[in-house]
């Protein structure tokens, strides 16, 4: 699925960057370019950089209060 339109990014080019080292929205812009168009992108793109830091299951993630707030 495309997260970002203005640079054809998808939801498994940014779980690559994230697998690969990528940590935060920051990262995976200088990478891939997301969120660097009109923006819109950018909080989909934050909250899969989140879940799959943490592989998605909110119940053993260390970042478990982030996760839940």
Known sequence: MYIC?????TDRQ???AVAAGA??????????GVGAGCGCCR??????IHRSACG???ST????????A
């Open 23 to 32: 940590a935060s929205l920051s990262d995976v812009s200088m990478q891939l």
């Open 14 to 16: 940014i779980r690559a």
């Open 43 to 48: 909080e989909a793109a934050e909250q899969l």
């Open 5 to 9: 339109i203005c640079n054809a990014v």
């Open 61 to 68: 993630c260390d970042r478990r209060e982030i996760a839940a």
């Open 56 to 58: 998605g299951d909110c």
